[in-house]
């Protein structure tokens, strides 16, 4: 199914949460809304279950309006972040309630219930765990029942309210991949809140970045982070340094050294982000680069990050990964070249410009 | 489109909102506010001038005062002794201690009535208690230490059961903090402890002083009911009912409720500013 | 002998004082009256003490406070029990005020709890003359008692619901609405198996008042024996005839109820305690 969401705003008194919304998820896409607590993410996807009601706008199942229908009457599949499991009812009776609570009309036989329950809880990988209440399962096995459960009314879109926040770690890496396969192989329309840009990245088809109530860009994951459409987005995706710069004539100048040549700017101050690990370290006596000197190292794992303070006197963070370090680590004092990889820059009337360089 | 904003908003997701909210009115206002109403405008009905005169004899006057005074004392003793009750129950391990824990409640459970006999043949001048406590020139039922017996009695399960869950709650990491930056036990109770457990101790001490004002039962057996000394205001109300006089009851009726709402008002307040203050 | 960190624990004979002084109340002010209501109600031996309990007269208090009890409990449970759903499951303007007015009753002394009904529906009252044109009789009559003991029993249920509910969240509820489930659905599946230890607790406690409830019921109780006589009125009547001993009797019956509603309480809160939503 098809979900399209129209100028869609909402107030909590006088605090608007969501303005002038405007989405698509395309049949059997899976979309997440990307963004940090107090976003709206969340009561954006409890609009579209039914569970909160927006002032205006529309949302659109396959083309038709459903914002004054009721929650029961939407057949959405919604996993709760704390996965709202019937606390007195065992896992097959949590999973068959959907089937159960149907008028007799609708409502398939007992063995027919049982043997859908089956299925489900073999998709999610649960066979045998009929009898168990919530409270014998662990967190990425409720989690499952949780998904079992929604699955169970056939539902026309999948939502899925922060579904890994109250795992651990390894936990949730392992939930992340099984459930991208998993909607796979449904092709079931789905949507994920979520304030980790990894697990957005990872999973979505397509990432909607979302702050104070307004979606900031809406593509595919290469795109939002190899583009970020605004300063806010690249500062959400990957945490960028910002340095105050100037284009004049094209040249992007930081201080009195050009950064970069844009192919069309007009002149004026602007931001240039750019994120720590795009940043390559070159040695002092390099022909090009930016000069800078170390005012910190500090040796961690799989990279080494460095404070560094730029000759105009802006600073700087860089992250080395540990294949591109030679010889001895850099110390506080020391000089560097820098030569920035990836960026992009801002400025109020100029708009955005991304840039490669080298 | 004003009204389709506000229709939209006032949609509510669970269904039964107006029949449960219907049935709510319907009981609070049959059984609480109506008859409540009554009492108001039967004792303001003659104008304030007349309730003034019926409140003003001294009867009536020594009646409140009773009242109001010795609840207020037994509710403060009981803070006492409801204090270290609730603490030897949550911090110590003894024999019979859930026992002990189970029938602090007895007040509550034992029907007032019964509490008010089984008190005067405690501390009658030949009871079980009374008879030690009369050659001393200790003498409490019949007098207005009577009274103030009876409301200890009934007001103690409010502190010890208001104190109790939050002494369980406090987190050890707090005394061991200050243990750690070597203050002394008394300094880990008074600086720690203490600042905790007021708004606790001061919730049940309004609980009490509100249950301990309106009692009857346990109070009226062992008080002796004599007018100006031991007579307590709600006997006075159940007095004056048995006389036909329905303005002078629901005057007094009125000015306990009165009272009983400054001082709970109050103590609130002052729970509100202990609160920003201090905590 | 090694000894724990002073500023963790309190020395020995602090300990042994403290407990001490705690057994010592509980000992005088509880213990000891339970003791003395069974001992008075048997002086003069098992038979009388028996014969006591089977009078004609006890035997019908004993039916009035128990029909009394079935119409009071289930009255206030089902209320309780919608003003909960209203008041933890929705947000609306007047919540608060709503909370407050619900536990208003318990500041009220249970003789202004009668009061109020005579003011009412007694024959000086408002609907005094409708009611007796009718020839409805209420106040001195058993509708009355109910009234009253309804006033007083009142807000037991909503009390132990609303914290509960309001704990638990809305999320199941929401959950089954999104998978087709009706309010009717919602309400027996989800609901109320999560709440039903609360609303027993609730409800034992508002049976155990119901019960023993005096001041309120004497007030507008006809005091007619056989008729409007509740157990606790028995008690009295019997005591202020010098009937010491039968009415001990009738009221170690109340203290036996008193102690089966504290053992059913302490074992629901032992084995229900998550249920109950308390500590």
Redesign the interface.
Known sequence: MQVGIQSLGKSFGSTRVLSGIELEVKEGEFCALLGPSGSGKTTLLRIIAGLEFAEHGKVLFDGVDVANREARDRQVGFVFQHYALFRHMTVHDNVAFGLQIRSRAKRPARAEIDRRVGELLELVQLAGFEGRFPDQLSGGQRQRVALARALAIEPRVLLLDEPFGALDARVRREMRSWLRDLQRKLNLTSILVTHDQDEALELADRVAVMEQGQVLQYDVPQQVYDRPATPAVYDFLGGANRLAVRVSQGRVLLGNEVVAVLAAADDAAAHLHVRSHDIQLLAADAAEGLQAQVLRATWGGASTHYDLRLAEGSTVEVDQPRWAQSGQLLAAGDAVRLRLERFGVFGPVAGSHHGITG | MASV?TL??Q???????G???G??LA??GL??????A??L??SLGNGPAFWWKTLATPRVAAALELSFFSSLAAAAVDMV?GL??A???VR?R?PGR?I????????????????G???T??YAGNG??GRYLEPLGIQIAFTRLGVFVAL??VA?PFIVRTVQ?VL??LDKEY??A??SL????W??FWRVLWPALLPALLTGFTLAL??A?????SVI?IAGNLPMVSEI???L??VK?EQ?D?VG??AI?TS??MI?FVL?LGLNLLQRWLRKGRL | MSRPNGALTESAWVRRLLIGIALAFFAVFLLLPLVVVFAEALTKGIAPYFEAMQEPDAIAALKLSLAIVAIVVPINALCGLCAAWAIAKFRFAGRSLLLALIDLPFAVSPVIAGLVYVLLLGSPGVLGPLLREWDIQIIFAVPGMVLATLFVTFPFVARELIPLMEQQGNDEEHAARLLGANGLQIFLRVTLPNIKWALMYGALLCGARALGEFGAVSVVSGHIRGQTNTLPLQVEILYNEYQFQAAFAVASMLALFALITLAVKALLERRYARELGHH
């Open positions: 904003h939209r908003q949609r509510r997701v669970l269904p039964g909102f029949l449960a909210m049935v709510t009981w609070l059984i609480v506010l109506i008859p409540l009554a009492l405008a039967k002794f270290i009750i603490w030897v129950l110590y003894f859930r002990v824990d189970a029938l602090i409640d007895l007040p509550f459970a034992l029907p007032t009535a019964v509490a006999i089984t008190l043949a405690l079980w208690l200890v009695f103690l869950p369980q709650d005394e061991e200050a243990a070597g203050a002394t036990r300094q880990c509100a249950r004002v309106g009692e009857y039962g057996f205001a709600p006997l109300i159940a009912l036909y329905y009851a629901a009726g306990m409720l009983s709970l």
